[in-house]
């Protein structure tokens, strides 16, 4: 399966360089699996209106950490960007680097506080491992760090976006990206969900290069996917599973959500607990655990694109892009929204 078969042609003025307004504000596009009819065009605050009581709606409620940090070699003045992506042990986290053709094993950095960094392994993708002493604690990030924007938002984040790249229910750190699809939901809508009997629960995956690592096979079938963290609360694997053995609609705000819960269903229920998932899900995938998908207008050839293509089909998918293209709707993270029912 070719990667070239998950390509379309965004104008560059519809990729969100900034959030809306106003959280909450954004377009909605509604699209059902079952139907070959055009979508629907909505706004966001429209969206209770489209789910059946009884629905589960699950949320990722992972964090985002300050995880892009800056800092100047020992022996020059060259500064260099870190996205620090997780610990592989106490003091030692995985970073994707820019300039990666001039690290060395051994070579030094200083990180603002006095914290110096040393690089114990040089991986592919621009990946290396380094090592801090002394060891910083999640302060560190809050102070030091910055809020990790995807390049092709093309500037540095500012105190806006240190509100609007979380999510308003966010509170498990850790997360290198955000789960963008939770982005547009303000305590509002949460309110009027509830009142309108949709069950909300939550997991946590801890978003890291599994996500947004890009494909660069021209098969997509030999891509593989880097694991990440994740867990699911008890009550929350309750709760989908007896909604499963009911016949009530599981939807899952995010493709990091639709991905653990895949991954963590067996024997007819969904496991509790923690675990890790690279799962890679692309067109010929048999969902499982997910009815409904809430989620982003994702980027060309990437792995949520590919996601999303499964699970309402890649023609109609790309058909329903183009659509929101020429109705002007913007794309990406701080983009607008799709249900898929």
């Avoid at 200083?110 to 060891?135: A, H, M």
């Avoid at 053995?245 to 990091?256: F, P, S």
């Amino acid at each position: 399966m070719q990667a070239n078969l998950f390509s379309f042609n965004l104008p560059d003025e519809l990729i969100a360089k900034v959030p809306s307004g106003r959280r909450g504000d954004s377009r909605l596009i509604v699209c059902d699996r079952n139907e070959d009819g055009p979508p629907q065009h909505t706004a966001m605050i429209k969206l209770p209106d489209f789910l059946s009581p009884g629905t589960v709606m699950v949320f990722n409620d992972t964090k985002v950490r300050k995880a892009r940090v800056y800092a100047r070699r020992s022996d020059t003045e060259g500064i260099s960007e870190f996205l620090f992506l997780h610990q592989t042990r106490e003091g030692e986290w995985n970073c994707i680097v820019n300039r990666m053709r001039k690290k060395r094993i051994g070579q030094n950095w200083f990180f603002p506080g006095d914290i110096l960094g040393t690089i114990t392994n040089l991986r592919s993708e621009n990946l290396c491992t380094i090592k801090l002493n002394p060891i910083p604690d999640e302060s560190w990030f809050e102070k030091s760090g910055h809020i990790p924007l995807p390049s092709y938002i093309g500037r540095l984040d500012n105190r806006e976006d240190e509100e609007r790249y979380q999510t308003v229910y966010s509170r498990n750190i850790g997360s290198a990206a955000a789960p963008t699809a939770g982005l547009h939901f303000t305590q509002e809508i949460m309110q009027i969900l509830r009142e309108n009997d949709i069950e909300i629960c939550w997991i946590t995956l801890q978003i890291g290069l599994g996500t947004f690592s890009p494909v660069r096979e021209r098969d997509i079938q030999n891509h593989i996917m880097h694991l990440e963290s994740y867990n699911i609360p008890y009550e929350t694997a309750e709760k989908i599973t007896a909604a499963k053995k009911d016949g009530r609609k599981v939807l899952a705000v995010g493709t990091t959500t639709v991905r653990t819960l895949e991954t963590s269903w067996s024997s007819n229920k969904l496991a509790s607990g923690a675990g890790k998932t690279d799962l890679f899900i692309y067109p010929g995938y048999r969902f499982k655990v997910v009815d409904q998908l809430f989620t982003n207008l994702h980027t060309p050839k990437s792995t949520l694109l590919m996601l999303v293509s499964a699970f309402l089909g890649r023609k109609r998918l790309l058909e329903a892009y183009d659509i929101a293209i020429e109705e002007n709707y913007r794309f990406f993270s701080y983009g607008d929204a799709m249900l898929i029912r």
